[in-house]
Every structure is written in structure tokens, then in C-alpha cells.
């Protein structure tokens, strides 16, 4: 399954806060495309998934927006 | 076996919080971060906005502590709970409008319920007795304790030799005799630990992490309550006060204008919210009217937004008004002349 979450025109951190509420609401292996605006994004979501045990899969960047596909790892607490 | 217990750290991404949570988890601790997003975080805004700002280093810096600590950490919004603590506050503002006492209560207090829906053990904070005036002082952080409910549950590990055990220390999941007493303003003592730890790359500490500790924020802020009549704000009016010049050469209505492509971009989304004037006929400012405004009003406000433009030497200069609506309408007129724009108009 893939989903997709517009975080354009947000400023950082909340393009990584909506990311991770989206992804707290999937399972692991399914895909989350995350489009933003703000460069910020770039280092930050994947930083986040990083910590947080998920994959940044791709990034790229689209008509001046920024676009990273996110693939949901196992949630362990 | 021990049970391996569980903690809570909050993390602002300075270095105090870093190390407070690195000598927790040398004790055996499994450590989790969180960080509270309140909407004046001064974290990424402007870097990503400003130009001269992308030169910087582009990090979430409570992501990069996390990142060091290799613990995970929660981001979470509080926007508009946390309305109530910069409008409200019981225990009032420092120099400017930061409401430190009460914000430190307000998260110490999200950080417990955190903890009572997740299992956790304790919270842990990075203060140090004495190093604010307003909330890091030894009866300040007595009212945190009392105020967020935390009880005996809150760590303070760079100060807890100078306060009473807590429950984390009380009960052997720490050893107290490992943790420090910190006091007062230096720095030095932590700079010490970073290096023991071998923590060389940090946020250096600056004016704070919040845009409400600084002068001309707070002064805008204090502007837009003034100007509607009340003390409320939403999320898109925070975020503007951070960008462009504000000025307000009538009462009824301020200017925000652009001062280089990454804020004029960042203003162009507020299109439908504000009426837009453009400049056509020379390079310049994308510039929003805040307020309710007539045909003179957009007149002046052209003269001004023009002075800040390429064609500020030139006689007339060509400019368009995008209404909220979409409707468009082209403007002739002439920059004002520097010395006419006053002073006082800038917020």
C-alpha cells in the first residue's frame, strides 16, 4: 500500500511531525510518499527515519518540490 | 533480572538536554527523547526560508542529539495548547514575551502524561540550578515540580547532587553519586562532560530556542494582539512575524514585505489570505497587506513596498494588486522617498 501526505508549504519541523503521525497510523512495509517545499525537509525526515527504524527509499526533487518516499520499518517499543 | 527501567528525556537539541540524557543512559537507562513543537521553536524557520541562512549547517538539532544519542525521538505539536501559555501566563513574562516559567511547567507536565500513557519510569530535563533568572532557579524549579504534577519523578542529572533525591535515585535505578551538581551560568562544566564524552560537534549556546526571548519578535507580537483588539494568534500569524519587515504606516493595516526570493516565495502562499502587491515593472518585494484596507490605503501602501524595490530612483513604477479573491488589479505609482518612510512605522 502507498500513501501519500502533502506537507508543502509547512516549515520544518512540521513536515517531520506529520510524517511521523502518518506513519505511527501504518504498517511496517508500506510506503508513504511525503511531498514538501521546505529544503529543510531534506535532512530532517531523513533523520527522523533514521532514529526511528524506518527507510528513505527515494528523493527527488519535482516542479521545485521536494518529494521523499518513505518505506514504514517494524515498530518496536 | 532487573527490570530495565524507562525514561523520558526532554530534548531541546542544546547541549544540556544531550548530556543530561547521556548520563542517564550510562546507567543502564533505556532512554527516549521528546520534543515539544510550540510554533516558535526558532529550530529551521528562517534557514529554510532565508537565503544568507541556507549557508548554515540544515539540521533539526533535536533530531541530531537524538541521532548522537542513538535514542528515538518524538516530535510533538503543541501549538495550540501551548496558545494558552504565551497569552496566559500565570507566573508572567521574562525580558520580552517569553513565559519561560510556565512553559517549562506546561512541558514538564505534557512530558508526565507522556509517561503514564507509554509505561515510562521518569522524565529527565537538562536544567542546571541557576542558570536562567526565570526558570532554573532553585524555587522556580520547585513550582515546575509542583505545577506539572511530576512529583518525585523528575531527574535533573547535571544538578541533582545540589536537590533532594528523587524517586529515580531513591529507588537504585540511578546512582546518585554518578550523577552532578552543576550550578550557576558557566558553561565550562558541561563543556567538560561534552568532552569526556566525546561530544565535540554541538549547538553552541545562544539566545535561546525560543523566538519569544527576542526583543523584535516580542514587539511584533505585542503589535498584532494590539492591532486586532485581542490577545489571540493562530499558527500562520506566528510564522509570519518571522519573515520580511513589518511596518505599519496606519493604524488599520502593516505591511509584511519580502526581503529576498526565499521570503517573497514563502509570502506568495499567503495569496488568498492577504491582499498581494507585485512588483512588474522593476525587480523587488512581494509585499502582503495585513488589515482591512481602502483605496488610498493601497495607494500608500504601494509607494512604500516600491521603495523597497529595484525601481526605488526611478520616477513611476509599475505594480500589481492580487485581492483576496484573485482579482487583479495594475497600480501606477511613485517609490516613496527613503526619508519619508518613518521610523516609527517599522515594528
Known sequence: MREQLDA??????????????????????????????????????????????HKVIEMREQSGELVILIEVGEKKR | ????????????????????????????????????????????????????????????????????????????????????????PKHGYGANLNPCL??????????????????????ITGEVVGQRPMSQRRDTMRIVV???QVGERLLRPLCAKNLPPTLPELEGWVDREKLYGFSGRSRKPQMALAKQFGLMDYAQPAGGCCFLTDEA?????????????????????????????????????????G???GENNFLQGYQRRFPLLRMI??????????????AEDVELAACIAARFSAGRDAGQVEMQLIDRDGSEQMLQVFPMPVAEVRLEWYL
Not at chain 2, 550510562?26 to 529551521?44: A, D, L, M, P, R
Not at chain 2, 532565508?50 to 535514542?71: M, T
Not at chain 2, 512541558?107 to 507522556?114: D, F, H, N, P, R
Not at chain 2, 515593472?281 to 481602502?294: A, C, K, N, Q, R
Open chain 2, 259 to 261: 526581503r529576498e526570493e
Open chain 2, 217 to 257: 519578535y516580542s514587539r511584533k507580537l505585542a503589535d498584532l494582539w494590539e492591532s486586532r483588539g485581542a490577545r489571540e494568534y493562530e499558527l500562520d500569524d506566528i510564522m509570519l512575524l518571522k519573515v520580511g519587515r513589518h511596518l505599519r504606516p496606519r493604524p488599520h493595516f502593516k505591511l509584511i514585505i
Open chain 2, 102 to 123: 510556565d512553559c517549562k511547567c506546561f512541558m514538564v507536565g505534557k512530558a508526565v502524561e507522556w509517561i503514564g500513557e507509554h509505561g515510562f519510569d521518569f522524565i
Open chain 2, 281 to 294: 515593472s522593476h525587480p523587488g518585494p512581494l509585499t502582503l497587506i495585513d488589515g482591512e484596507v481602502g
Open chain 2, 1 to 88: 533480572m532487573m527490570q530495565q527501567r524507562r525514561a523520558l528525556a526532554l530534548i531541546s537539541g542544546g547541549l544540556d538536554s544531550l548530556l543530561a540524557a547521556r548520563v542517564v543512559m550510562e546507567q543502564g537507562i533505556h532512554v527516549e527523547g521528546v520534543n515539544f513543537y510550540t510554533g516558535f521553536c526558532v529550530e529551521g524557520h528562517t534557514h529554510a526560508i532565508r537565503k544568507k541562512d541556507r549557508a548554515r549547517p540544515k539540521r533539526n538539532n533535536a533530531l541530531w542529539v537524538a541521532e548522537q544519542l542513538g535514542i528515538k525521538l518524538h516530535i510533538i505539536d503543541v501549538t495550540e495548547q501551548y496558545k494558552d501559555v504565551v497569552i496566559n
Open chain 2, 146 to 148: 509542583r505545577e506539572s
Open chain 1, 8 to 53: 508543502r508549504r509547512l516549515l520544518c519541523p512540521l513536515p517531520v511531525i506529520r510524517t511521523q503521525d502518518r506513519v505511527n497510523t501504518m504498517a511496517a512495509g508500506e510506503l508513504l510518499e511525503v511531498i514538501c517545499t521546505d529544503p529543510g525537509a531534506a535532512s530532517d525526515i531523513p533523520a527522523w527515519c533514521r532514529i526511528n527504524g
